[in-house]
């Protein structure tokens, strides 16, 4: 379902505004006293204004903080093209698994999402596609059926209406509270993306930090191009575990998004301030390209 026929588009952006300023933690009133943040990797501070300045990459060392669903779209989107696709779906206690639904509840109020990805259409550059992000503060943007669900409409939907497909990923894996249902979105997810490719869509796969587990095993890495941000951890176990299954010690800089563009699984490393431009380009190609019958 699309929230776009209930909300007219005037007050849809509003409130697609506000979710993303709040995302962004730049909601609070003027007056309150600065917030400071710190870098995970430099573990320098800033204050919250500073970071929302520079897209929330650390304006010392440059490295790429996660972000809420929907202020990545308010990045990559047009203004006022955005429209919410089938926002009712959420979250279900499918296996009736002790402690679950609090937990669900817990991340609702605590994030402000239904499930941990924000699907809509939208217009980059003037061009309209469907658009897909995954939210790493509900669960870790574990997948689980809600989120297999909502994946597989918006690759449907791009798939009805012929519009390009971008997904931004973002997971920690299978989510454990629904088992082998969980498991079984990574079949519904690629399924869904080969009959898309079938119809003859274009489907770029952003990769940002972290994607791992069932979710790089499946959708994410089927893009027909495949971007990265900056230093994006990308791989299936993590090295931790690699490290400790294998006795070895792994290269430096194993599974970032550098080392997997240097052995090919990776297209290109897009910096978040570039991002837009860089999506808008491709999608420019690929359109005019479909217009000269390429």
């Known amino acids: 379902m699309n929230v776009g026929k209930i909300f007219s588009a005037g007050s849809q952006e509003r409130v697609f505004q506000l979710k993303a300023k709040r995302d962004a933690g730049i909601d609070t009133p003027r007056w309150q006293e600065p917030q400071f943040l710190t870098c995970k990797k430099c573990e320098r501070r800033a204050t919250r204004q500073v970071w929302a300045k520079s897209l929330y990459v650390c304006p010392n060392c440059g490295h790429h903080q996660p972000i809420g669903g929907y202020y990545r779209l308010s ?111 990574m079949a ?21 930090h972290p994607t791992t587990g069932g979710v ?28 400790q299954t294998i006795g070895e010690k792994l290269p430096k800089g194993f599974q970032t998004a550098e080392f997997q563009t240097t052995h090919g699984f990776v297209d290109q490393v897009v910096p978040r301030a570039e991002l837009k431009r860089t999506l808008a380009l491709l999608l420019q190609l690929h359109t005019q390209g479909r217009k000269h019958g390429a």
């Open 75 to 185: 990045l990559v989107l047009d203004h006022g093209t955005f429209e919410e696709l089938d926002a009712e779906i959420d979250a279900k206690d499918v296996l009736e698994f002790p402690g679950y639904p609090e937990k669900l509840g817990a991340q609702k109020a605590k994030t402000g999402l239904q499930e941990a990805v924000v699907t809509a259409t939208g217009k980059i550059g003037g061009i309209p596609a469907v658009v897909a992000v995954m939210d790493s503060r509900f669960f870790m943007a574990s997948m689980g059926t809600a989120v297999g669900e909502k994946i597989t409409r918006a690759v449907e939907y791009a798939t009805a209406k012929h519009l390009p497909l971008i997904i931004f990923s973002a997971s920690g894996g299978a989510r454990m509270q629904e088992g082998i249902f969980s498991l079984m979105q």
């Open 188 to 208: 519904k997810t690629s399924a869904a993306i080969q009959r898309f490719s079938q119809r003859g869509g274009l489907y770029i796969s952003c990769l940002t």
């Open 216 to 243: 790089t095993a499946s959708f994410a890495s089927l893009g027909d191009i495949m971007l990265a941000e900056p230093g994006a951890l990308i791989g299936f176990a993590g090295p931790r575990v690699i490290e």
